[in-house]
């Protein structure tokens, strides 16, 4: 499955003609198992735009925020998105494209982020140092359980209805919800377990386990290794102190970014200092490992299938056919990069595409679908969508998206953007040329007027 060099040349030229593949950003916001996270209007670049942002990672402080995502894993037909104007939690259907509800958000307080269950039963608003849960009806309890510095990352799991909120100070506030959103129990834990043993990152997978990554500084594993524990949420809960298992995993360390992969069994795809790994859970080993140099990684996202792109070891621009007489002219050079993803629950499998210097500032994968989707722009001032067969580098759709005050989705067939509008604005976009966009407007109004 990987990208044939006897295509490299046309799919190089065919990007240089296009000029607008995306710049790339180290933009994750990373939702719960079954969410797809959006990328919001942030400024390109390695450094926040706009404060911290919700993270499906427990243990590090949190880079950026975004305001929109896709619930993927139940239906892929449904959006949510804030709205500032109204201060309202909306919900969008894409075919038919309609508002199917709306909720008042908690906080009165412009930057507002939320992360929901798999099926929309029950949401987490944050704000600052504040988080709320939120119920289907709108109702909700602000801070059921109190951190004292900015939350910085939030891990779900639906199916088991837990929490996990973690602060810039490392504590973890876990919350046992009823399946309406109700909190039940809690209990408030330091970001070290024992022994003076520290979390690095973590995320949430199948049976409401969270799955962490120690630093390596704890002491408890040896340089090139890296201690996991298997924490059970619900037990821990009830028994106030950690219910949890834990093992070494060889061959990778320092661990700083962690996401449950969609294959069969209970693996995540992990970022260590060294490269990328595929651990497994159930047996305590390492599936798969390819080495990597942090400076070759451009980005990690959590988005449909988890990912990792990356420069290759003999990367650089190229020249093939003369390709970048045209990316000179354009202001940007051509150079494959890799793509890395769980293939199956042992093996880490890798496609590549032509792309360019830059950056990529969201990036969608559907290794089933045989396609990866990219948002970004070669400026601040210019974004565009990009989606590639991967099987031979074919860009299939390219569509130029405004930039300015918009919260951009992607979904399998259509693109989500949300204008910033007092009446409430949104579009929904087609990959292909010959689709026409849809709009929907004035269904802020009601709730404008419900707030007055």
Wanted: proline content about 4%; overall charge negative; hydrophobic content about 40%.
């Amino acid at each position: 499955m990987p990208s044939s060099n006897s295509t490299f040349a046309s799919a190089i030229s065919n990007l240089a003609n296009l000029a607008n593949l995306a710049t790339w950003t180290n933009l994750e916001a990373l939702a719960a198992l079954a969410i797809l996270t959006l990328s919001g209007c942030g400024s390109a670049g390695n450094t926040a735009p706009e404060g911290p942002v919700i993270r499906q990672a427990v243990g590090t402080p949190p880079a950026f925020y975004s305001s929109a995502f896709s619930a993927t894993a139940i239906d892929s037909n449904y959006i949510l998105a804030t709205d500032e104007k109204s201060l309202t939690l909306n919900e969008f259907t894409l075919e038919p494209f309609a508002r199917s509800r709306s909720m008042p958000l908690p906080f009165d307080t412009l930057s507002q982020q939320v992360i929901s269950d798999d099926q929309r039963k029950w949401f987490i608003v944050v704000s600052g140092a504040d988080y709320a849960v939120m119920r289907e009806d709108g109702t909700h309890v602000i801070n059921p359980l109190e951190v004292q510095g900015q939350v910085a990352g939030i891990a779900v799991d639906g199916a088991s209805d837990t929490v996990v909120v973690s602060d810039t100070f490392g504590s973890m506030a876990l919350l046992q919800l009823s399946p309406g959103g109700e909190v039940l129990d809690s209990w408030i834990s330091g970001p070290m377990l024992k022994n003076g043993a520290i979390i690095q990152s973590a995320v949430m997978v199948s049976g409401g386990r969270l799955v962490a990554a120690l630093a390596n500084s704890s002491g408890d594993a040896s340089a090139g290794e890296t201690k996991v524990v298997v924490a059970d949420i619900s037990q821990t809960i009830r028994s106030k102190a950690w219910n949890m298992r834990e093992f070494i995993v060889k061959g990778i360390e320092t661990i700083s970014w962690m996401a449950a992969t969609k294959t069969a069994g209970s693996t995540v795809l992990v970022r260590g200092s060294n490269g990328i790994a595929l651990i497994d859970v159930e047996s305590e080993t390492i599936a798969d490992h390819i080495l990597l140099d942090n400076n070759q990684i451009l980005g990690v996202w959590r988005e449909k299938d988890p990912h990792v792109i990356a420069i290759p070891n003999s990367a650089g621009t190229t020249t093939a056919n003369g390709a970048m007489t045209g990316s000179q002219q354009l202001g940007f050079a051509a150079r494959l990069v890799d793509i890395y993803f769980a293939s199956s629950n042992t093996k880490i499998d890798k496609m590549s595409v032509v792309t360019s210097q830059g950056s990529i500032e969201n990036s969608w994968l559907e290794s089933s679908s045989d396609r990866i989707t990219t948002i970004g722009g070669p400026s601040p001032s210019e974004k565009h969508g990009l989606r590639y067969r991967l099987s031979d580098n074919l860009i299939t759709s390219t569509v130029k998206l405004p930039v300015e005050k918009v919260q951009i989705a992607l979904a399998p067939d259509f693109i989500f953007v949300q204008y910033e509008s007092a009446l409430g604005f949104a579009e929904r976009w087609g990959y292909g040329r010959s689709q026409a966009k849809v709009n929907l407007s004035n269904y802020g109004l009601r709730s404008i007027m419900g707030r007055q």
